[in-house]
């Protein structure tokens, strides 16, 4: 059981915008930064926004990301088949640098 | 080009210990706090440690600690993950990443299965 809770699946339409939520506590998104990341099958995964939302080089626009109190979440706008993949969120929890992922979203491209 | 290349996975049996390395370069290995991340199969990520830049600071998750040791030869660009007293619930795809932020980049992952 994650501190951090992800919808296990979401969908959508080529072109069409999703969100993938990540809900917290005030011990671990309340009080830190959130990241996110994909991961392709079969592959290791990849920073995809740091800071809450701030995309590291070579990371579309498409991909945004924002916080509010306890909660945050990861927005893919003009949705491509290769953005078929898992998304992770993770954050610290507590003052020290202890981290903790959420569990996971499968993101699925109809 | 920032290569990170994890090693020594393998079989072990419960109960038993094993060393991971992960080699780094294209970086400053000695200016960034470093992970090790873990993903059984066909679960999620969990995070197992960290370490700082000089060693000074080590963090584990619950689950591991008093069992793994992180470590690191900033003079050979090396992190280290000493296992021991393995579980079946340690089998893994484990990965060294850089911090800062942290995961920022990623080994493609060494595979340590326990099982009798």
């Known amino acids: 059981q994650s501190l951090l809770t992800q919808p296990p699946s979401v969908s959508g339409t080529p072109g069409q915008r999703v969100t993938i939520s990540c809900s917290g506590s005030?011990?671990?998104?309340?009080?830190?930064?959130v990241n996110w990341y994909q991961q392709l099958p079969g592959t290791a995964p990849k920073l995809l926004i740091s800071n809450n939302n701030q995309r590291p080089s070579g990371v579309p626009d498409r991909f945004s990301g924002s916080k509010s109190g306890t909660s945050a979440s990861l927005a893919i706008s003009g949705l491509q088949s290769e953005d078929e993949a898992d998304y992770y969120c993770?954050?610290?929890?507590?003052?020290?640098?202890?981290?903790?992922f959420g569990g996971g979203t499968k993101l699925t491209v109809l | 080009e920032v290569q990170l290349v994890e090693s020594g996975g393998g079989l072990v049996q419960p109960g038993e210990s094993l060393r991971l390395s992960c080699a780094v370069s294209g970086f400053t290995f000695s200016k960034y706090w470093m992970s090790w991340v873990r993903q059984a199969p066909g679960k999620g990520l969990e995070w197992v440690a960290n370490i700082k830049e000089d060693g000074s600071a080590k963090y584990y998750v619950d689950s591991v600690k008093g069992r793994f040791t992180i470590s690191r030869d900033n003079t050979k660009n090396s992190l280290f993950l000493q296992m021991t007293s393995l579980r079946a619930d340690d089998t893994a795809v484990y990965y060294c990443?850089?911090?800062?932020?942290?995961?920022?980049?990623w080994g493609q992952g060494a595979l340590v299965t326990v099982s009798s």
């Open positions: 005030s011990s671990n998104i309340g009080s830190n930064f």
């Open positions: 990443a850089r911090d800062s932020p942290m995961g920022s980049d």
């Open positions: 993770a954050t610290r929890d507590g003052s020290l640098n202890i981290w903790v």
